[in-house]
Protein backbone atom coordinates (compact mmCIF):
# COMPACT_ATOMS: atom_id res chain seq x y z
CA UNK A 1 0.00 0.00 0.00
CA UNK A 2 1.44 3.45 -1.17
CA UNK A 3 0.06 6.58 0.51
CA UNK A 4 0.77 9.97 -0.38
CA UNK A 5 0.18 13.22 1.38
CA UNK A 6 0.46 16.68 0.46
CA UNK A 7 0.33 19.64 2.64
CA UNK A 8 0.90 23.21 2.17
CA UNK A 9 -2.11 24.73 0.81
CA UNK A 10 -3.47 27.43 1.89
CA UNK A 11 -4.91 31.12 0.46
CA UNK A 12 -2.35 33.78 -0.95
CA UNK A 13 -2.86 37.24 -2.42
CA UNK A 14 -2.00 37.46 -6.24
CA UNK A 15 1.84 37.92 -6.39
CA UNK A 16 2.56 35.65 -3.28
CA UNK A 17 4.19 32.42 -2.64
CA UNK A 18 3.71 29.00 -1.76
CA UNK A 19 5.41 25.76 -1.05
CA UNK A 20 3.59 22.29 -1.57
CA UNK A 21 5.39 19.21 0.00
CA UNK A 22 4.41 15.55 -0.74
CA UNK A 23 5.59 12.45 0.81
CA UNK A 24 5.04 9.18 -0.29
CA UNK A 25 4.97 5.90 2.28
CA UNK A 26 4.32 2.41 2.42
CA UNK A 27 5.81 -0.60 0.00
CA UNK A 28 8.20 1.81 -2.43
CA UNK A 29 11.35 0.12 -3.49
CA UNK A 30 11.88 3.37 -5.69
CA UNK A 31 9.41 6.03 -7.35
CA UNK A 32 10.17 6.61 -11.10
CA UNK A 33 7.97 9.94 -11.52
CA UNK A 34 6.83 12.67 -8.58
CA UNK A 35 4.92 15.38 -9.82
CA UNK A 36 1.89 17.75 -8.91
CA UNK A 37 -1.32 18.27 -11.16
CA UNK A 38 -4.33 20.26 -10.39
CA UNK A 39 -7.96 20.52 -10.92
CA UNK A 40 -9.75 23.89 -10.82
CA UNK A 41 -13.85 23.78 -10.78
CA UNK A 42 -15.34 22.70 -13.52
CA UNK A 43 -11.74 22.03 -15.40
CA UNK A 44 -10.34 18.67 -16.24
CA UNK A 45 -7.03 17.86 -13.84
CA UNK A 46 -4.13 18.89 -16.20
CA UNK A 47 0.33 18.51 -15.44
CA UNK A 48 1.57 21.73 -13.61
CA UNK A 49 4.92 19.96 -13.42
CA UNK A 50 6.61 16.66 -12.79
CA UNK A 51 10.40 14.96 -11.83
CA UNK A 52 11.67 12.02 -12.61
CA UNK A 53 14.56 9.87 -9.91
CA UNK A 54 17.38 10.86 -12.51
CA UNK A 55 16.61 14.72 -11.85
CA UNK A 56 14.77 15.54 -15.20
CA UNK A 57 11.89 17.93 -14.75
CA UNK A 58 8.87 19.15 -16.97
CA UNK A 59 6.42 21.82 -16.01
CA UNK A 60 2.98 23.40 -17.75
CA UNK A 61 3.67 26.51 -20.01
CA UNK A 62 1.66 28.35 -17.81
CA UNK A 63 3.44 27.83 -14.73
CA UNK A 64 7.49 27.98 -16.15
CA UNK A 65 9.23 30.35 -14.64
CA UNK A 66 7.41 30.63 -11.35
CA UNK A 67 6.74 27.56 -10.08
CA UNK A 68 10.05 24.99 -9.11
CA UNK A 69 9.64 21.70 -8.52
CA UNK A 70 12.06 19.48 -6.74
CA UNK A 71 12.50 15.91 -4.93
CA UNK A 72 14.42 13.81 -2.70
CA UNK A 73 14.86 10.41 -3.47
CA UNK A 74 15.96 9.17 -0.61
CA UNK A 75 12.91 10.64 1.25
CA UNK A 76 10.53 9.90 -1.52
CA UNK A 77 8.99 13.65 -1.39
CA UNK A 78 8.18 16.00 -3.82
CA UNK A 79 7.92 19.82 -3.22
CA UNK A 80 6.57 22.44 -5.30
CA UNK A 81 7.69 26.26 -4.87
CA UNK A 82 4.82 28.30 -6.38
CA UNK A 83 6.27 31.94 -6.54
CA UNK A 84 3.91 34.81 -8.53
CA UNK A 85 0.62 33.49 -8.30
CA UNK A 86 -1.86 34.34 -10.30
CA UNK A 87 -6.12 33.95 -9.19
CA UNK A 88 -5.78 31.24 -12.06
CA UNK A 89 -3.19 29.17 -10.17
CA UNK A 90 -6.55 28.78 -8.16
CA UNK A 91 -6.92 24.85 -7.72
CA UNK A 92 -6.81 21.19 -5.66
CA UNK A 93 -3.56 20.31 -6.14
CA UNK A 94 -2.82 16.63 -6.29
CA UNK A 95 0.68 15.10 -5.48
CA UNK A 96 1.70 12.08 -8.12
CA UNK A 97 3.58 9.04 -7.88
CA UNK A 98 4.99 6.27 -10.50
CA UNK A 99 6.00 3.62 -8.25
CA UNK A 100 8.99 1.98 -10.70
CA UNK A 101 9.08 -1.84 -9.81
CA UNK A 102 4.96 -1.92 -9.96
CA UNK A 103 4.38 1.11 -12.73
CA UNK A 104 1.18 2.14 -10.77
CA UNK A 105 0.19 5.59 -10.79
CA UNK A 106 -0.46 6.85 -6.93
CA UNK A 107 -2.67 10.23 -5.73
CA UNK A 108 -2.83 12.00 -2.55
CA UNK A 109 -5.67 13.65 -1.35
CA UNK A 110 -5.79 17.03 -2.78
CA UNK A 111 -4.44 20.76 -0.67
CA UNK A 112 -6.29 23.66 -1.62
CA UNK A 113 -4.70 26.37 -3.60
CA UNK A 114 -6.54 29.39 -3.56
CA UNK A 115 -4.99 32.89 -4.43
CA UNK A 116 -7.12 36.06 -4.56
CA UNK A 117 -7.20 39.42 -6.59
Known amino acids: QVQLVESGGGLVQAGGSLRLSCAASGSIFSINVMGWYRQAPGKQRELVAT???????NYADSVKGRFSISRDNAKNTVRLQMNSLKPEDTAVYYC???????????WGQGTQVTVSS
Open 96 to 106: NAIISDTGRTH
Open 51 to 57: ATSYGST
